[in-house]
């Protein structure tokens, strides 16, 4: 059996992150720590050989990743792949996280935000809220965001250049929590994943399996491959 190393990384900061606005489709240049963050990581993955990277075609994402490629001298091309753009929050895009977060909680009928984050199912409740809340009806549903992640990710795993390698996945927050949130819901922090983060999956045989998470400091991360 042989294992393809999935690297996620989430995109360098932008000036939405920084003023905690929701970003899905909307897009914002990336901050000068963006741009750091993401060359940060182009120095920690530059003893790992890449064979395929892909990046949502957003422009945050897409400046991430190759600024990612260029500092790790990886000369290979970048594929870019709509299934990894961020969930679309339809008419709530642009808004402030924690107004619309407390609204998702009153809409479960909660006082509170400590009582919504209990239990395993809470990036599910994160969601359909989003959902429900969008007056266009353009939001993703839970069901429909992880149905996406999972036909696209199914035929980049079906490539035969990619088995028993190591690729490179940019995309964003949420998505790529949810992403993981398939396969160990528990061990999604209720922040979700952090600015430039690199968080490692392997697949063997069609399944997979979390072996990194949310990292920042990458001198270790060939022990993760």
Known sequence: MTTTNL?????????FNKHSRLQGL???????????????VGHGLVDVPIVKAYTSDSDRAVATAELILKTAHEDIPLI???????????????????QIFMDVVRRYGLKNARSFWDGPTFLRKVINGFHDLDATKQAE?????TQRIQKGLAQILADPDVQGKNILLVSHSLLLSTLVYQIAPEQIPKTLLKNAS????????????????NLLDFKDIQKYL
């Open 7 to 15: 690297i996620l990384v989430r995109h360098g900061q932008t000036e």
């Open 26 to 40: 909307t897009d914002s240049p990336l901050t000068e720590a963006g741009v750091k963050a993401a060359e940060k």
């Open 80 to 98: 870019k792949e709509s299934f990894l753009r961020e969930y679309h929050f339809g008419d709530l895009e642009g808004r402030k996280f924690d």
């Open 141 to 145: 549903s839970y069901d429909e965001i």
């Open 198 to 213: 690199v968080s490692i999956l392997g697949a063997t045989d069609g399944k997979l399996e979390l072996k990194a998470l």
